[in-house]
């Protein structure tokens, strides 16, 4: 049997003495948005006009029974049953706990178990979305319940649906550096025609992460010679390969030909994204290697920089995750 717990409302002007149940937010837009007094704080003569201006003419008095748990003691119950073990915890704040990753790393958020706890009554529990870029101190995920206090049954009730999910349902992982050997195509640049523009962007974009272009090498449109330079840094052993250039429809363009040559069982050559529908993965034993299109070299986000986040903490991309891009996968064309 479960006791109610009271409330009993008292009215601000004769509140000195008594005890604030929970943080008390004052809003001025545009100027501040905020805690004006904590939870716990008591009442002074000098409180009551600020109270009454941020519209409190009433506090409520809670004679909280034992089963029941304040909304702050709530949050901190539904952050533990989901964070995984590299997050940190905010104290709560107004009656809600942040989720921050204290590193770089990539979102891992279980979608269905997000669902199914927010279908739990008076729950909510909002995360960013999975495999996400986040830098040190973000934040991926907030919690608070609805009401100020809640039945500890409830929060008994979420903490076992969470243990039903493997793993941690609210999880970042850090990005280790990984080395990576770039072939750069294209026999205009190799032949010192024009200038290798390719190059600093992937070093940018690597380096973002932690990790290194080890070296690059170039080849003309010679499906021959740019297979050679892939088997160069298979014999290396490097942890990821990136060809550039000759990804579309000429018959100069031979790179999907001469990574497939060199060995690579190809995932998928082409994606449902733009810009970076011409990007192919594929793997060579266990080394992943990519095609990258033109719009790569210029483009901030494409769906290589969907991919290579996800490919540098280890996970191996399979045709599915190449086909479900097209929905949102519109980005700039
Ligand atoms: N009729 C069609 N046209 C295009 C298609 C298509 O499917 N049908 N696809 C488009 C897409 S998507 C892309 S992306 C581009 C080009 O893709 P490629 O990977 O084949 O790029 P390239 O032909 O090798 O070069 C295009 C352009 O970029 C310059 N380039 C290449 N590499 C470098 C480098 N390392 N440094 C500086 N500049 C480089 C190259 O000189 C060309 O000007 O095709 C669309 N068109
Ligand atoms: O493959 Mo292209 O890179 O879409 O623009």
């Given at each position: 049997m479960v006791n109610k717990p009271s409330f009993k409302e008292v009215p601000v002007r004769e509140a000195v003495g008594l005890v604030l149940p929970h943080d008390m937010t004052q809003i001025l837009p545009g100027e501040f948005k905020g805690r004006l007094f904590k939870k716990g704080h008591v009442i002074t003569e000098d409180d009551i006009e600020p109270l009454l201006s941020i519209g409190k003419e009433h506090i409520y008095i809670l004679d909280m029974p034992e089963n029941c748990l304040h909304e702050n003691e709530a949050a901190e119950r539904i952050a533990a049953a989901v964070a995984g073990p590299s997050l940190t915890k905010t104290e709560p704040y107004e009656g809600k706990i942040s989720l921050k990753t204290p590193v770089l790393g990539l979102t891992k958020i279980n979608e269905a178990a997000i669902h199914a706890i927010n279908s739990l009554e008076a729950i909510a529990l909002a995360t960013v979305e999975t495999n996400q870029v986040v830098q040190p101190g973000g934040s991926v995920a907030a919690t608070r319940i609805i009401p100020l206090i809640i039945e500890e049954e409830r929060i008994v009730e979420l903490e076992k649906l969470a243990a039903t999910f493997a793993g941690p349902i609210v999880d970042v992982i850090p990005f280790p550096k990984r080395c990576i050997g770039l072939v750069t195509t294209g026999s205009e640049v190799f032949g010192g025609r024009i200038a290798d523009k390719f190059g600093p962007a992937i070093k940018a974009k690597v380096e973002a992460f932690?990790?290194?272009?080890v070296e690059q090498r170039f080849a003309p449109d010679d499906k021959a010679l740019i297979e050679r330079e892939i088997r160069y840094f298979v014999d290396q052993q490097v942890d990821l390969i990136l060809v550039t250039g000759?990804?579309?429809?000429?018959?100069?363009?031979r790179t999907p030909g001469a990574i497939a040559g060199a060995g690579a069982e190809v995932v998928r050559y082409g994606t449902p994204m733009l810009p970076g529908s011409m990007l192919l993965v594929g793997y060579i034993g266990n080394i992943p290697i990519l095609g990258l299109p033109g719009a790569v070299m210029h483009e901030p986000f494409t769906s290589f920089d969907v991919f290579l986040p996800r490919i540098l903490v280890g996970e191996r991309i399979v045709a599915e995750d190449m086909t479900r891009l097209g929905y949102g996968g519109l980005r700039k064309c």
């Open positions: 932690g990790s290194e272009v000759g990804m579309s429809v000429d018959p100069d363009d």
